[in-house]
């Protein structure tokens, strides 16, 4: 044990409790996680008026807060070392600045610190009354509960929902990031986050091979990269023991608040399976009523109506995201006309270039395609960069095999057209033979515009 603190003394985690004017986050150390910790909620106001200063309220004391409008409550999770959530502050500065609310961290950090996790679950059914007890104080100041929303991570997530069956499923909206899995997986609704808890839940879950909830659990359920296995998070213990246990978890945190930043919107498309997804038939959203596909995170409430009229009120989405900030990624379909006398089964790695000399490039490897002759292999394609005017393609063609012979791929024509933006002209190129292993650069042209 002594071993394992020094090791988190050494991350950084450790941190002494402090006084301070300005009321923070309660902050303690390693040593309260082994000994464990009493439960005690504070809920930390703030408003535009003080980003950076929160007021400390209660239900005999709601302060600041303007009950007249929305009110999101930060709820976060279980912690294992006792330190403040690294995200928490970005999560009030986004929220606040995309819309005037008031924003209220629930901190329970003493009852979610503690090295054993079944101890912090079992404070969640008290956090939630303890909320209970607020909101029924906001209500009373004349609050309604539509302007009632709930953000929770893991653990929080859960708690978010046990308040949302207090009130019969009329708050606002819950918006789950990645829900607690370890003892909720296969539990009855009434015990978990579900889509009866809020007019509207929306669920991003990126962790459902470890701490995460693996079934949907809200009325849309975002699967980022398949929802386990995160780009850029260390796949082994060797990448980093905090980073390796809490990186996929934490990504749904780090999409959400993406989604706060107006700089790219992370569409996702409404698909049964990961699997159909990677092979682009999601692409569409099916909807005419829809102008765009769901978007993950903050805006996801724009499919709200659409949502709760389907029967059952619910979907998946998944969508693939970029390795770092601000996480987008741009799909293309490449398509392929092949004709080689037999089946060719490989996978294309496909880059492209622009004038200036950036370079993007999508690896289609999640399984084999196979080339048919003379019929049409519709790829997707998913890039880290959006090449406005592409200048140049290059094609790789691998059957995966290092020994024997190496094999061709002869290709007829090849499309490629950017979902992402469907208006830009599609580019072709026809009689290409690709080589094994072999880079084969080409400059492409405007595919024909009448074509069957
Ligand atoms: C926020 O509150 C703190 C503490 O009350 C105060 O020192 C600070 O000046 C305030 N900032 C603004 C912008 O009002
Ligand atoms: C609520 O907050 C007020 C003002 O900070 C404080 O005086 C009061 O004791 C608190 N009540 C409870 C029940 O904690
Ligand atoms: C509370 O919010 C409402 C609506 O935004 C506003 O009209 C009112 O002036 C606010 N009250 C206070 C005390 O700031
Ligand atoms: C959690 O609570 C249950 C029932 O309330 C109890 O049986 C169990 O011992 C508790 N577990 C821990 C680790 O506190
Ligand atoms: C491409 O290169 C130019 C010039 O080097 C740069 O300004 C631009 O940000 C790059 N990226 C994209 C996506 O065009």
Partial sequence: MLRLYFLISLMGLVKSDTDETCPSFTKLSFHSAVVGTGLNVRLMLYTKRNETCAQVINSTDLGNLNVTKKTTFIIHGFRPTGSPPVWMENLVKGLLNVQEMNVVVVDWNRGATTVIYTHAFNKTRKVALILKEFIDQMLAKGASLDNIYMVGVSLGAHI?????????????????????????????????????????????????????????????????????????????????????????????????????????????????????????????????????????????????????????????????????????????????????????????????????????????????AAFHKYHQVSLLARFNQDLDKVAAISLLFSTGSVIGPKYKLRVLRMKLRSLTHPERPQLCRYDLVLVENVETFFQPILCPKLQV
């Fill in 160 to 368: 978010s929902g046990f308040v949302g069956e207090m009130y019969n499923g009329q708050l606002g909206r819950i918006t789950g990031l990645d829900p607690a899995g370890p003892l909720f997986n296969g539990r009855p609704p009434q015990d978990r986050l579900d889509a009866g808890d809020a007019q509207f839940v929306d669920v991003i879950h990126s962790d459902t091979d470890a701490l995460g909830y693996k079934e949907p659990l809200g009325n849309i359920d975002f699967y980022p990269n398949g929802g386990l296995d995160q780009p850029g998070c260390p796949k082994t213990i060797f990448g980093g023991v905090s980073k390796y246990f809490k990186c996929d978890h934490q990504m749904s945190v780090r999409l959400y608040l993406a989604s706060l930043i107006k700089n790219c919107a992370i569409t996702a498309y409404p698909c049964d399976s990961y699997r159909d997804y990677r092979n682009g038939k999601c692409v569409s959203c099916g909807t005419p009523q829809m102008m765009s596909c769901p978007l993950l995170g903050y805006y996801a409430d724009k499919w709200k109506d659409y949502l709760r009229d389907r029967d059952p009120p619910m979907m998946k989405a998944f969508v693939d995201t970029a390795e770092n900030e601000p996480f987008c990624i741009y799909h293309y379909f490449v398509d392929i006309v092949s004709w080689n006398k037999n089946v060719r089964r490989g996978v294309i790695t496909i880059k492209l270039k622009d004038k200036n000399g950036n370079i993007t490039e999508s690896k289609i490897d999640h399984e084999p």
